[in-house]
């Protein structure tokens, strides 16, 4: 005979009521403080639903006995399988409101740590490109500044070679027409259609040279023929003055000087590279307008190579902390979605304690396993009658029944409880992920923040040597 069976009988003959532990005790706003005040609801919603509470309750505690005893069957169904999934629920909420808010604002702050690291790259990329083009800047506009008077210093080398120019090219000092004759036979001589620099020079300075020994020359003999004038007129007596004045007439001898046409010809200094140096800085004069002509032409090219250059370090923060917001949205709605669950999720409960209710009341061997101390009194007022008892159980009966004072896990509790513990295994690894994750990158941005330190020194030197060469 089994229990269920022993009860059923007993409370048949004796016309007791079956009661198992039933409190009367009326429930109050706990259950609101308890399943609903800890939600994250609006306060509103909050009200609404403590009203809600407290009138339901007050309406089946006044007109339903099975209301009472669902109502105090919540708890125990909270800490059974029924209340599983309220606890899972809750355990995944609180997880999400603990750890997992937490993570979501470490990596939060570790995208914005990321964003002002880029932020301060380019940041230093453009001052280094700053102090890279500063000299070059400087060069250019001081060229600019200067080229007024480096034009002026120009024109006054220009002046002054113009006396060598004009001594070069000029036709002062001798007669045009010999110097085309002797530039003829010199292109005859020398078979060149065309004479340089150095031999047209070299025939002007021979030209030059005889023209000064000729009017040496004419010169002298002016100055017999005006001696010649004085001495005739000093001197009145006819045949006296002549023979005294005849040395006068000796202007012949001014011809004496010609013999320095052959120095000219030879002993004139005159360099071999004169020609060659005189055409180089000829043509130099020529350019020195040219090259002196300064304008500044600013070309803007984007550089995608280097660093910073266009980008914007605000649309880059702007952008991180969009995509920061989004996410934040999806966990909220997530968040907001699990709260939403468990707070119905107490309903559940209450409709489950009713079906166990109506399960208890309906079937006699439903739940009815339990070897309590209200089962052992009844089995003992059988046994002083002499009807079939229960107790002693044999040892093959134990593993059918549940002995509540044992903390051991006996034969119909086995299945269950290795079911929740499998059932709880995968929040527990959630859990522990979600807290080891947590506690590393905690301790990641502690060390970032009490030991890095990121030092930018910007050192720069500029050396500019100009070598100017002539040849």
């Not at 809600?52 to 109502?71: E, N, Y």
């Not at 078979?191 to 005889?210: D, I, M, P, W, Y």
């Amino acid at each position: 005979m089994d229990a269920s069976l022993v009860i059923d009988m007993e409370n048949v003959e004796e016309g007791e009521e079956k009661v198992r532990g039933r409190k009367k005790k009326r429930p109050n706003s706990r259950f609101y403080f308890a399943l609903v005040h800890p939600l994250t609801l609006y306060e509103l919603y909050k009200v609404k639903m403590l009203y809600a509470v407290t009138g339901t309750f007050a309406l089946g505690w006044g007109t339903s006995p099975h209301f009472r005893c669902a109502t105090l069957l919540i708890v125990p169904n909270i800490l059974g399988k029924e209340g599983r999934a309220y606890l899972m629920i809750y355990v995944m909420a609180s997880i999400y409101a603990g750890p997992i808010s937490n993570l979501q604002h470490n990596l939060g702050e570790i995208a914005e740590s990321f964003g002002c690291t880029v932020e301060l790259q380019i940041n230093n990329s453009r001052k280094l490109w700053k102090v890279m083009t500063v000299p070059l800047k400087a060069i250019v506009k001081n060229t600019i500044v200067r080229a007024k008077e480096l034009k002026d210093d120009s024109n006054g080398i220009k002046e002054a070679f113009l006396e060598t120019e004009s001594e070069v090219e000029g036709t002062e000092g001798y007669d045009t027409k010999t110097e085309e004759e002797r530039e003829k036979n010199e292109k005859e001589s020398s078979k060149n259609k065309t004479l340089g620099t150095q031999k047209k020079f070299s025939v002007k300075s021979v030209l030059r040279c005889e023209y000064v020994v000729e009017q040496g020359v004419d010169r002298c003999k002016d100055w017999f023929d005006k001696k010649h004038d004085d001495c005739m007129r000093a001197i009145v007596i006819p045949i006296l003055n002549s023979l005294l004045c005849l040395p006068m007439k000796f202007s012949f001898l001014c011809n004496l000087m010609y013999v320095v046409n052959a120095w000219c010809k030879q002993k004139i200094p005159i360099e071999e590279n004169f020609g060659e140096t005189f055409d180089k800085v000829d043509g130099t004069m020529n350019n020195m307008d040219n090259g002196f002509n300064t304008k500044e032409v600013v070309k803007k090219e984007e550089q995608s190579w280097l660093v910073g250059v266009g980008i914007n370090p605000d649309k880059i923060k702007a952008d991180i902390k969009e995509n920061l917001n989004k996410k934040q949205s999806v966990m909220l709605k997530a968040g907001s979605f699990v709260q939403l669950v468990l707070s119905c999720t107490f309903v559940f409960l209450l409709f489950s304690a009713y079906r166990y209710i109506a399960n208890y009341n309906g079937n006699i061997r439903f739940d009815n396993f339990y070897v309590t101390t209200y089962f052992r009194q009844i089995d003992a007022r059988r046994k002083k009658r002499k009807k079939r008892t229960l107790l002693p159980l044999r040892k093959g009966e134990h593993i059918n029944y549940v002995f509540p004072f044992k903390p051991k896990i006996q034969g119909p509790e086995m299945k269950t409880t290795m079911m929740e513990f499998m059932q709880c295994v995968p929040v527990l690894v959630f859990l522990m992920f979600s807290l080891i994750t947590d506690w590393l990158l905690y301790h990641l941005l502690m060390i970032i923040r009490k030991h890095s330190h990121i030092t930018y020194v910007f050192a720069s030197k500029y050396e500019l040597e100009l070598v100017l060469g002539m040849t």
